[in-house]
């Protein structure tokens, strides 16, 4: 309760009015006060007057205030003793009494005697309050005197209660009742509380209103119970007057069960209350909470309460439409401001009742932790927890927790949380440091979809928020990538190039933050170097460009620096960050070309692109592995279709040529050297009567390569020409196959003849020569095979999608020819334990990959405990026949010298026991599209054979066996596990970072959606050939009476066949069991 003697602003107001009124007049001086006589009530034979004048106070007529002529306080002591001493008392009283009733019948009177006194004495000199009361005032403050001034006062109001306000702004109703505010003593307060009921009940409703708000500064404590249960009575019978009666009810000491009967009585009205009324039925029911009914309380309020309702959908569209134009005004502007501040001000109401009571904020995070349904959660709740958050920090912990567990059970998704800025994102602004907090939080979690969150809560932000909270969500996403975290840089990327996409012109705005990452490139892998590229060319190549200039300089400086680097780690960065820039800089000219004005900027731009890609082409020229990625960086960009077609033309002029020179021989002119294996052509898929046809010169260039490297003298002849690494063919031939793809829109008989040409090798089949080839030979020969299985894989992903019955034989065919291959392959890694084949996948960023062998004999070795290392160098001194990838090992593989010496004469005669699984390699291959998926549609396919008059001699039926189906599944299940299965974000210690990505570059490229759309499509003939396999193992086991090594399986098959079904399964697990999308 307040302090009584403490002034009402109500009250003051009036004074200030009153001041206000004498504003014209000029201040009085003693002397002026004196000569105004004539204004002054003469003395008659009124006790009233007399009294009064005997006291110090002197009554003046008309506008004129009453004047004190000694300080308030001995004006009512010495009434007091006055009326007190006199011979007729106490019938002095009433003659007074009546002497009063008399003078204020006079309206002008009434009103001085309402309004404040005027002061002779000077204010130095007083010893009371700085203001002055009223006359009634004055009088109300003799106990003696007070029930009768109160009576006259209540039985004189009802004459002012249906006029209107005076011209002078005064009310008369409210003038009277202010005099009854803030009493030192009310010597009858149940009487007075009756008159003012009674008051209540006949006054027209805007003074009801008024005098409800006023009860509490009139009463006492001893009459508060009272007037709570008049006012409860009241609050049913008149509604109108619900706002007024609640505020007053927070304010008395009342009975529980009183509180716990109105408060029932609101909440079954709240869905049913204007939305001006809310906050303060909020604030009365959150005001009546107790510890035994808070969680009760709290719980009924959020199912009553939906806010969401309160939003028109007038005012969202509002509200979308000042996102796209924040200068525009909707013309509801009024209406929906209107209503946003009643949301604004119900919303402080709760945060001040949470932020001090600490049983409401628990009640209200324990109500909606037992909301179990996703479908029961509000808007409401996750506003409320966010509140919560930033209000209290005992909680922040345990709030996270709650949050956690309803986004992992699927309660909090991302329509609600977008449902939830767009509707309250005024209230979310004033907490925006909490969220950011929270968000940065969220991105630090090892869950994916906890990840997910926060990813979101930075996004809508940044869409909702202001200019200074969009560029706190960039510095915090900065922080993010500059971290060293790999997850967090990959989220934090993702999220700007979101944020790029949503709003550019204001992420551009920021884009001085954005470009700081540039000095923390060192750290980042080669796919989030080309996030970070992307994210910068657009902020610097959108339109208008002049606005940023600055980052096109600072992006040119960095990639001409890598680039002209002799390390290949600063090489790399160079060559995917000038790609990347080449890329959106065509894309931009493309879309500018199309008016006239921008033809010429456009051609322009275009030769800055052709410069760029040259530059790059020369830096990368002198290293096979730079020149290798940078085909591939240029093939993603035109797999992409982000090569404008000049571009393209000038790509397509040189790429078909340079190929040719490079790789493809006549098939009659056999290659002569010193090579100590056979040349021979094999793998040809058309039987050629002439020798007019063409061959890729593999075999040759592999030689002549280790041949230079090994310090041999080349012939004039052959120094003069360019030596071409074979490292680099298998992604030129992609560059290749992808530009003549794009010219002409998808058809690839421009190149046909490599889909059916050999290659030049030597017989590969070892037989019993594998034992008496030397260690560089095994060597050798490894790195034919594996750069002869990545061309055939980039074959595979070429032609894959061909139609013609005769295309889809022979790409089944160089199936059949790769898993051949790689059977042969095994068998020489076997007993080639220290082999590091060539790179196939040029986008790493560190130089320590190498492959784990699992052969029979580490494995021995394993179990003994006994695991040697030795460092290699890329001098030439290791095995690899190619510049490949160097590191200084410690694997577990590798034994010493002796232990594998005498290991090896132990497992000697048995190579059946060894065993080599590729899967170890899988670094070391060309990564298959998921386009070549197709082929699992595939049954019977009638390839025809053509004479050399191109009439058919014969056909041939072609299908999909099973080695080739294993090889598809197995490639497709670790796609499915890379991209579609959830995985723990956290990389373990001393392992290689992003080893688990190595080999799905071109995967990456593409969203999780977007995979598992297609493999979606292979639902159908995966789920025959699983009905297929399971018929097979049907039939097996009724042929075998149910005995799985019966005399008449064949192992080899039988392996093959589960293998597919294990396969199978875990697709179809990865992708429904797993995927959270």
Same mark, same amino acid.
């Given at each position: 309760?307040?302090?009584?003697?403490?002034?009402?602003?109500?009250?003051?107001?009036?004074?200030?009015?009153?001041?206000?009124?004498?504003?014209?007049?000029?201040?009085?001086?003693?002397?002026?006060?004196?000569?105004?006589?004539?204004?002054?009530?003469?003395?008659?034979?009124?006790?009233?007057?007399?009294?009064?004048?005997?006291?110090?106070?002197?009554?003046?007529?008309?506008?004129?205030?009453?004047?004190?002529?000694?300080?308030?306080?001995?004006?009512?002591?010495?009434?007091?003793?006055?009326?007190?001493?006199?011979?007729?008392?106490?019938?002095?009283?009433?003659?007074?009494?009546?002497?009063?009733?008399?003078?204020?019948?006079?309206?002008?009177?009434?009103?001085?005697?309402?309004?404040?006194?005027?002061?002779?004495?000077?204010?130095?000199? @007083?010893?009371? $309050?700085?203001?002055? #009361?009223? /006359?009634?005032? &004055? +009088?109300?403050?003799?106990?003696? %005197?007070?029930?009768? !001034?109160?009576?006259?006062?209540?039985?004189?109001?009802?004459?002012?209660?249906?006029?209107?306000?005076?011209?002078?702004?005064?009310?008369?109703?409210?003038?009277?009742?202010?005099?009854?505010?803030?009493?030192?003593?009310?010597?009858?307060?149940?009487?007075?509380?009756?008159?003012?009921?009674?008051?209540?009940?006949?006054?027209?409703?805007?003074?009801?209103?008024?005098?409800?708000?006023?009860?509490?500064?009139?009463?006492?404590? @001893?009459?508060? $119970?009272?007037?709570? #249960?008049? /006012?409860?009575? &009241? +609050?049913?019978?008149?509604?109108? %007057?619900?706002?007024? !009666?609640?505020?007053?009810?927070?304010?008395?000491?009342?009975?529980?069960?009183?509180?716990?009967?109105?408060?029932?009585?609101?909440?079954?009205?709240?869905?049913?209350?204007?939305?001006?009324?809310?906050?303060?039925?909020?604030?009365?029911?959150?005001?009546?909470?107790?510890?035994?009914?808070?969680?009760?309380?709290?719980?009924?309020?959020?199912?009553?309460?939906?806010?969401?309702?309160?939003?028109?959908?007038?005012?969202?569209?509002?509200?979308?439409?000042?996102?796209?134009?924040?200068?525009?005004?909707?013309?509801?502007?009024?209406?929906?401001?209107?209503?946003?501040?009643?949301?604004?001000?119900?919303?402080?109401?709760?945060?001040?009742?949470?932020?001090?009571?600490?049983?409401?904020?628990?009640?209200?995070?324990?109500?909606?932790?037992?909301?179990?349904?996703?479908?029961?959660?509000?808007?409401?709740?996750?506003?409320?927890?966010?509140?919560?958050?930033?209000?209290?920090?005992?909680?922040?912990?345990?709030?996270?927790?709650?949050?956690?567990?309803?986004?992992?059970?699927?309660?909090?998704?991302?329509?609600?949380?977008?449902?939830?800025?767009?509707?309250?994102?005024?209230?979310?602004?004033?907490?925006?440091?909490?969220?950011?907090?929270?968000?940065?939080?969220?991105?630090?979690?090892?869950?994916?979809?906890?990840?997910?969150?926060?990813?979101?809560?930075?996004?809508?932000?940044?869409?909702?928020?202001?200019?200074?909270?969009?560029?706190?969500?960039?510095?915090?996403?900065?922080?993010?990538?500059?971290?060293?975290?790999?997850?967090?840089?990959?989220?934090?990327?993702?999220?700007?190039?979101?944020?790029?996409?949503?709003?550019?012109?204001?992420?551009?705005?920021?884009?001085?933050?954005?470009?700081?990452?540039?000095?923390?490139?060192?750290?980042?892998?080669?796919?989030?170097?080309?996030?970070?590229?992307?994210?910068?060319?657009?902020?610097?190549?959108?339109?208008?460009?002049?606005?940023?200039?600055?980052?096109?300089?600072?992006?040119?400086?960095?990639?001409?620096?890598?680039?002209?680097?002799?390390?290949?780690?600063?090489?790399?960065?160079?060559?995917?960050?000038?790609?990347?820039?080449?890329?959106?800089?065509?894309?931009?000219?493309?879309?500018?070309?199309?008016?006239?004005?921008?033809?010429?900027?456009?051609?322009?731009?275009?030769?800055?692109?052709?410069?760029?890609?040259?530059?790059?082409?020369?830096?990368?020229?002198?290293?096979?592995?730079?020149?290798?990625?940078?085909?591939?960086?240029?093939?993603?960009?035109?797999?992409?279709?982000?090569?404008?077609?000049?571009?393209?033309?000038?790509?397509?002029?040189?790429?078909?040529?340079?190929?040719?020179?490079?790789?493809?021989?006549?098939?009659?002119?056999?290659?002569?050297?010193?090579?100590?294996?056979?040349?021979?052509?094999?793998?040809?898929?058309?039987?050629?009567?002439?020798?007019?046809?063409?061959?890729?010169?593999?075999?040759?260039?592999?030689?002549?390569?280790?041949?230079?490297?090994?310090?041999?003298?080349?012939?004039?002849?052959?120094?003069?020409?360019?030596?071409?690494?074979?490292?680099?063919?298998?992604?030129?031939?992609?560059?290749?196959?992808?530009?003549?793809?794009?010219?002409?829109?998808?058809?690839?008989?421009?190149?046909?003849?490599?889909?059916?040409?050999?290659?030049?090798?030597?017989?590969?089949?070892?037989?019993?020569?594998?034992?008496?080839?030397?260690?560089?030979?095994?060597?050798?020969?490894?790195?034919?095979?594996?750069?002869?299985?990545?061309?055939?894989?980039?074959?595979?992903?070429?032609?894959?999608?061909?139609?013609?019955?005769?295309?889809?034989?022979?790409?089944?065919?160089?199936?059949?020819?790769?898993?051949?291959?790689?059977?042969?392959?095994?068998?020489?890694?076997?007993?080639?334990?220290?082999?590091?084949?060539?790179?196939?996948?040029?986008?790493?960023?560190?130089?320590?990959?190498?492959?784990?062998?699992?052969?029979?004999?580490?494995?021995?070795?394993?179990?003994?405990?006994?695991?040697?290392?030795?460092?290699?160098?890329?001098?030439?001194?290791?095995?690899?026949?190619?510049?490949?990838?160097?590191?200084?090992?410690?694997?577990?593989?590798?034994?010493?010298?002796?232990?594998?010496?005498?290991?090896?004469?132990?497992?000697?005669?048995?190579?059946?026991?060894?065993?080599?699984?590729?899967?170890?390699?899988?670094?070391?291959?060309?990564?298959?599209?998921?386009?070549?998926?197709?082929?699992?549609?595939?049954?019977?396919?009638?390839?025809?054979?053509?004479?050399?008059?191109?009439?058919?001699?014969?056909?041939?039926?072609?299908?999909?066996?099973?080695?080739?189906?294993?090889?598809?599944?197995?490639?497709?299940?670790?796609?499915?596990?890379?991209?579609?299965?959830?995985?723990?974000?956290?990389?373990?210690?001393?392992?290689?970072?992003?080893?688990?990505?190595?080999?799905?570059?071109?995967?990456?490229?593409?969203?999780?959606?977007?995979?598992?759309?297609?493999?979606?499509?292979?639902?159908?003939?995966?789920?025959?050939?699983?009905?297929?396999?399971?018929?097979?193992?049907?039939?097996?086991?009724?042929?075998?009476?149910?005995?799985?090594?019966?005399?008449?399986?064949?192992?080899?098959?039988?392996?093959?066949?589960?293998?597919?079904?294990?396969?199978?399964?875990?697709?179809?697990?990865?992708?429904?069991?797993?995927?959270?999308?």
């Amino acid at each position: 309760m307040f302090s009584k003697r403490r002034r009402s602003k109500s009250e003051e107001k009036e004074n200030t009015t009153e001041h206000a009124s004498q504003a014209g007049k000029q201040p009085l001086s003693k002397k002026t006060k004196k000569s105004r006589v004539h204004n002054e009530v003469e003395e008659n034979d009124s006790v009233f007057v007399k009294l009064l004048k005997t006291s110090g106070i002197i009554l003046k007529t008309g506008k004129s205030q009453n004047q004190l002529a000694v300080d308030q306080i001995i004006v009512q002591k010495k009434l007091f003793q006055t009326l007190r001493k006199h011979p007729s008392y106490p019938n002095i009283i009433e003659e007074f009494i009546s002497g009063l009733e008399s003078y204020i019948e006079d309206r002008d009177n009434f009103r001085n005697c309402l309004l404040s006194c005027e002061r002779l004495q000077d204010e130095e000199t @007083s010893m009371g $309050a700085s203001y002055s #009361k009223s /006359l009634i005032k &004055l +009088l109300l403050g003799i106990d003696i %005197l007070q029930p009768a !001034i109160i009576k006259t006062l209540f039985e004189k109001l009802p004459e002012f209660l249906f006029e209107k306000v005076n011209s002078d702004g005064i009310s008369m109703p409210r003038l009277i009742i202010n005099q009854l505010k803030w009493l030192d003593r009310v010597v009858d307060g149940k009487d007075l509380t009756t008159k003012i009921m009674q008051l209540i009940s006949i006054a027209p409703l805007y003074l009801q209103h008024d005098f409800v708000t006023s009860l509490p500064e009139i009463l006492g404590d @001893s009459q508060h $119970a009272d007037v709570g #249960k008049e /006012l409860s009575d &009241l +609050l049913t019978e008149n509604t109108l %007057l619900t706002v007024p !009666i609640l505020d007053v009810l927070s304010s008395l000491r009342l009975d529980p069960k009183l509180l716990s009967k109105v408060r029932q009585l609101m909440m079954g009205k709240l869905s049913s209350v204007r939305l001006d009324d809310l906050p303060v039925i909020i604030k009365f029911i959150l005001h009546s909470v107790t510890t035994t009914d808070a969680l009760e309380v709290i719980s009924e309020l959020r199912e009553q309460l939906d806010l969401q309702h309160c939003i028109l959908p007038s005012q969202l569209q509002a509200f979308q439409s000042r996102l796209k134009n924040k200068e525009q005004r909707s013309s509801s502007g009024n209406q929906e401001n209107s209503g946003q501040d009643c949301v604004i001000l119900l919303f402080d109401v709760i945060k001040s009742a949470v932020r001090y009571e600490k049983t409401i904020s628990e009640a209200w995070i324990k109500a909606i932790e037992n909301t179990a349904s996703g479908s029961e959660h509000k808007v409401f709740d996750l506003t409320m927890l966010l509140i919560i958050y930033s209000t209290n920090t005992q909680t922040k912990k345990y709030i996270e927790k709650v949050l956690r567990n309803k986004i992992r059970s699927g309660c909090f998704q991302e329509q609600l949380l977008q449902s939830t800025f767009c509707i309250h994102y005024l209230v979310l602004k004033d907490v925006f440091l909490s969220i950011l907090s929270l968000a940065q939080s969220f991105l630090h979690s090892l869950d994916q979809s906890i990840v997910l969150f926060g990813s979101l809560l930075y996004k809508y932000a940044f869409k909702f928020f202001d200019t200074y909270c969009q560029q706190e969500v960039v510095g915090a996403l900065v922080t993010h990538i500059c971290s060293g975290n790999e997850a967090e840089v990959d989220t934090a990327l993702d999220i700007l190039l979101e944020l790029v996409a949503l709003n550019l012109s204001a992420m551009r705005l920021n884009a001085v933050f954005v470009k700081g990452i540039l000095d923390y490139l060192d750290n980042m892998s080669p796919q989030q170097i080309r996030k970070l590229f992307y994210i910068l060319s657009t902020l610097a190549f959108s339109k208008p460009r002049e606005a940023s200039s600055h980052i096109q300089d600072d992006m040119h400086l960095v990639i001409r620096k890598q680039l002209s680097s002799t390390i290949f780690k600063y090489k790399l960065v160079g060559i995917i960050g000038a790609v990347t820039m080449a890329g959106i800089m065509t894309a931009d000219s493309r879309s500018f070309s199309l008016t006239q004005e921008g033809a010429a900027l456009s051609n322009e731009q275009c030769t800055q692109v052709t410069s760029l890609l040259q530059l790059v082409h020369s830096c990368s020229k002198q290293s096979p592995r730079a020149s290798a990625l940078y085909y591939d960086e240029f093939a993603n960009l035109i797999q992409e279709g982000k090569l404008a077609s000049k571009a393209l033309e000038w790509v397509g002029q040189t790429i078909f040529n340079d190929f040719q020179d490079a790789f493809v021989v006549d098939l009659c002119v056999v290659p002569e050297g010193d090579c100590p294996f056979p040349v021979k052509a094999l793998y040809g898929l058309e039987e050629y009567n002439s020798r007019d046809g063409i061959a890729i010169n593999l075999l040759p260039l592999l030689f002549s390569q280790d041949f230079a490297r090994d310090g041999g003298r080349m012939t004039s002849q052959e120094s003069d020409q360019k030596l071409v690494s074979p490292l680099c063919l298998a992604p030129y031939f992609r560059l290749l196959r992808l530009c003549v793809e794009r010219q002409h829109n998808g058809n690839l008989e421009e190149i046909d003849g490599l889909l059916d040409c050999p290659v030049f090798l030597t017989d590969l089949e070892p037989g019993e020569r594998l034992e008496s080839m030397s260690v560089k030979e095994h060597s050798f020969v490894c790195s034919l095979i594996f750069l002869t299985l990545n061309w055939f894989r980039e074959i595979v992903n070429a032609f894959c999608r061909q139609t013609s019955p005769e295309m889809k034989g022979k790409v089944l065919t160089r199936l059949k020819h790769i898993v051949e291959l790689q059977r042969i392959l095994e068998k020489y890694l076997a007993v080639t334990p220290d082999y590091v084949p060539p790179l196939a996948n040029f986008d790493v960023e560190t130089l320590d990959v190498t492959p784990h062998t699992s052969t029979a004999v580490s494995a021995k070795i394993r179990k003994q405990g006994k695991i040697g290392g030795r460092n290699r160098k890329a001098d030439g001194s290791k095995t690899s026949s190619l510049d490949s990838l160097s590191k200084e090992d410690s694997s577990e593989c590798d034994p010493t010298p002796s232990d594998r010496s005498q290991l090896e004469k132990e497992f000697k005669g048995k190579e059946e026991k060894t065993s080599v699984s590729l899967q170890n390699y899988r670094a070391f291959f060309r990564e298959l599209d998921i386009e070549v998926f197709s082929i699992l549609h595939c049954g019977l396919v009638t390839k025809f054979i053509l004479d050399t008059e191109m009439h058919t001699e014969a056909t041939e039926v072609v299908q999909l066996q099973p080695p080739e189906l294993l090889f598809l599944l197995e490639d497709l299940s670790q796609k499915v596990e890379n991209m579609l299965t959830p995985v723990a974000r956290r990389v373990p210690f001393l392992k290689s970072k992003g080893s688990r990505n190595i080999g799905f570059s071109h995967l990456h490229q593409r969203s999780a959606q977007e995979i598992a759309y297609n493999i979606v499509q292979l639902l159908t003939p995966m789920c025959n050939h699983l009905e297929n396999i399971h018929n097979y193992f049907q039939c097996l086991a009724a042929e075998n009476q149910g005995v799985a090594d019966g005399p008449g399986v064949k192992v080899q098959e039988y392996h093959i066949m589960s293998s597919s079904y294990q396969r199978l399964l875990q697709i179809f697990h990865g992708l429904f069991a797993c995927f959270p999308g």
